[in-house]
């Protein structure tokens, strides 16, 4: 099951007025007071979980901390400015919640591209319901990890097999295995998510049903959208 999350980004423009350039009859959303902000409807994720609330000052200072702390071992991308996104994710294993095995910002066929030479490997964003991703291409991402601790593994693609394959064949090695420690700071690479994947599990030896993890996600994002000032949506 999916962990609970709460995702709020960076204010572009305050809540105004909606004016849709739509023809009359399709202008979802005219006239309703909207927010301008720093989301991420990320590709991989299902689109009720794409709710979005303004950036408190509280969640900002957090996150100017932790990049300042992190900033060292951050790409270029991301140490030029602090981050402007941040999901807020509880996981509770009694609930079952994990997160299961995806790519953050990239198409299944990205290696294949750079197998090929591509000087784009990446393609176009993903698109879900009209809504690309929106991280910075290059730029890190930052996880900042309370509570028991969690297993990223990040898996690769068999090498003995075509480079475009089932995920199902791809290799978990205790090398690309890591605990998501109380207290933490985990950061993944621009690279990391261009070839391999990963997922975010319990480990089923250790710990008791009342475990809970809450992981502070932080992400550079480069695309705006506009929420619902009601609903955040």
Known sequence: MQPLRR???????????????????????????????????????????????????????????IWTIAWPSLTSVSRATPPNGVQFLAYHRLRRGKMGTHRDNNPGNVVLNLVNGSDRPW??????????????????????????????????????????????????????QMRMEDGWITILDAVDDMLMVHEVDWDDEDGCETDVRFAWVYRWLGVTHNYYVQGCT
Request: charged share 20%; net charge positive.
């Open 123 to 176: 393609g176009d964003n993903p698109r879900v319901g009209g809504s690309e991703n929106s991280q910075v291409r290059g730029s890190s991402v930052m996880v900042f990890s309370r509570g028991r601790p969690m297993t990223l593994t990040l898996r690769y693609a068999t090498p003995d097999r075509d480079v475009i394959q089932n995920r199902k064949y791809y290799v978990t090695s205790p090398s690309f």
């Open 7 to 65: 995702t709020s980004g960076m204010v572009k423009r305050m809540p105004h007025f909606f004016r849709s350039q739509l023809p009359k009859g399709e202008e979802e959303g005219d006239g309703k007071a909207v927010a301008t902000l720093y989301g991420y409807p990320n590709a991989e994720c299902p689109t009720n979980l794409w709710m979005c609330f303004p950036m408190t000052r509280l969640e900002y200072a957090q996150a100017l901390r």
